[in-house]
C-alpha cells in the first residue's frame, strides 16, 4: 500500500504588510529587511480573523482540487504551534469541513518543521492503519506572538494556511519515497516563546494564607526570543545534512531532485542550502518575498503557488524540508 499527493490549497489573510510599513513601528528599512532576509511583504491576521477559518479555507481548496468529498476524510491533522485552542483546532476544521462520520482530528505542535511532522505522519496512518484520506494542514499565527518592538524578529514573520490532501494508492505509485527527522531540546534556548513565569506571584498570593494564591490561574506565552544568528548556523548546517539522508535512504541522489522546498525562513538560508546540495537556483521554490517566515504554513503554501502555476507537474520530485524551534528538523522526499 502506498500514498500519494493529490490535491493542495492555501489561504492568506488579507492586510499585508510592507518593509516599509514596518519602518514607521521600528528602527528598519525596506534594504535591510531585504537584502539580509529576502522579504519584502508579509500578511498579517488582525484581532478579528480566525487562524481556524483560514486553515479551513486551505483544507477545502485541497479538497476541492482533489475532487474528494468531506466526508470520504478520515483523519485530519492541523500542524500549528498557534492554536486558538489550547486543546486543539483540528476538530473544529473538522467541523467546519463538514466531515460528517467523525474521522480522527488532531493538531501536531513542531513549529516550522510541523509540515514536514504531519505529512509522515499521514504517510504512517495510511500506509500502516488502512487511513484512506488524510488532510495534513500547516497554519501559524506568529505575529499574535511577535515582541512588534524588536526589530530582529519582527520583520520576519508572516500568517497563512497551508493544505494537501493525501490519499492511499497503490505501492508502485506511492509518493513519500523516504524521509529523516530529528529533534535537539539542548537548541531551545535559540528559539523559543516559553509560557509565562508565575512563580512569583504565586508566592506573593500564598503569603496572603490562601490556597487559592497558589493554585495556578489562567496562563500566556511570552514574545518570540530568538537567537538570529544561531538559528541561521542550526538551520544551513542539518537541512542539507537530513536532505542527503532522505534521498540516500530512498536510493536517490542529488539529480533526481526537480525541486528544493524548503520551510520559507529566510531566502539566505535557502540559498546557503541549495549551494550546498549544488543545486542551481532554477529548481529552487521561493515565495518568501511575499509572506516572509509563516512557519508551519510555508512549505504548503509555497507548493500550493507553485502547482496552481504550473512549475510544479505530476510525477515531479520535491525534496523538503522544514526546521525551526524545539530545535526540530526534518526532510520528505515526495512526488507530485
Ligand atoms: N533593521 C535594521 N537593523 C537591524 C534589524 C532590522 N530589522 N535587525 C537587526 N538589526 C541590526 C542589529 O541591531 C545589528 O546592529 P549592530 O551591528 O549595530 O549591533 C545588525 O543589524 C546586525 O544584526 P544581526 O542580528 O547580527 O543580523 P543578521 O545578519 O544575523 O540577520 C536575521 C538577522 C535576519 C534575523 C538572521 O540572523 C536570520 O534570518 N536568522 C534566522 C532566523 C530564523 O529563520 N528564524 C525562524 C526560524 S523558524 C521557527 O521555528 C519560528
Given at each position: 500500500r502506498g500514498c500519494k499527493l493529490v490535491g493542495c490549497g492555501s489561504a492568506v489573510p488579507s492586510l499585508q504588510i510592507s518593509n516599509d510599513d514596518l519602518s514607521k513601528i521600528v528602527d528598519t528599512n525596506d534594504e535591510w529587511i531585504s537584502v539580509r532576509t529576502g522579504i519584502r511583504n508579509r500578511r498579517i491576521l488582525t484581532g478579528k480573523d480566525s487562524l481556524t477559518d483560514l486553515a479551513t479555507e486551505a483544507a477545502r481548496k485541497a479538497l476541492q482540487m482533489a475532487e474528494?468529498?468531506?466526508?470520504?476524510?478520515d483523519l485530519v491533522l492541523m500542524c500549528t504551534?498557534?492554536?486558538?485552542d489550547l486543546f486543539g483546532s483540528a476538530p473544529q476544521i473538522q467541523k467546519a469541513l463538514g466531515c460528517k462520520h467523525n474521522p480522527l482530528a488532531y493538531d501536531i505542535t513542531a513549529a516550522c518543521s510541523g509540515f514536514v511532522l504531519g505529512l509522515v505522519s499521514a504517510a504512517c496512518y495510511i500506509k500502516?492503519?488502512?487511513?484512506?484520506n488524510v488532510l495534513v494542514i500547516g497554519a501559524d499565527a506568529l505575529s499574535r506572538y511577535v515582541?512588534?518592538?524588536d526589530r530582529g524578529s519582527c520583520i520576519l514573520f508572516g500568517d497563512a494556511a497551508g493544505a494537501v490532501l493525501m490519499q492511499a494508492c497503490d505501492s508502485d505509485e506511492d509518493g513519500l519515497f523516504s524521509f529523516d527527522m530529528h529533534s535537539d531540546g539542548e537548541g531551545q534556548r535559540h528559539l523559543n516563546a516559553k509560557m509565562k513565569e508565575r512563580e512569583k506571584e504565586h508566592h506573593e498570593l500564598g503569603t496572603n494564607g490562601s490556597l487559592l494564591g497558589l493554585l495556578p490561574r489562567g496562563s500566556s506565552y511570552s514574545c518570540i526570543q530568538m537567537n538570529g544568528k544561531e538559528v541561521f548556523r542550526f538551520a544551513v548546517r542539518v537541512v542539507p545534512h537530513s536532505i542527503e539522508l532522505a534521498l540516500a535512504k530512498a536510493g536517490?541522489?542529488?539529480?533526481?531532485?526537480?525541486w528544493l522546498l524548503l520551510h520559507q525562513a529566510n531566502q539566505r538560508i535557502i540559498d546557503a542550502v541549495a549551494t550546498r546540495l549544488e543545486?542551481?537556483?532554477?529548481?529552487v521554490i521561493s515565495n518568501l518575498a511575499n509572506y516572509g517566515n509563516t512557519s508551519a504554513a510555508s512549505i504548503p503554501l509555497a507548493l500550493d503557488e507553485a502547482v496552481r502555476s504550473g512549475k510544479v507537474q505530476a510525477g515531479h520530485t520535491i525534496a523538503a524540508a522544514g526546521f525551526g524551534a524545539g530545535l526540530t528538523w526534518g526532510s520528505a522526499i515526495i512526488r507530485w
Open positions: 474528494v468529498d468531506p466526508e470520504e476524510v504551534s498557534t492554536p486558538e500502516g492503519g488502512g487511513f484512506k515582541d512588534w518592538n536517490l541522489t542529488r539529480s533526481s531532485i526537480d543545486l542551481s537556483s532554477e529548481r
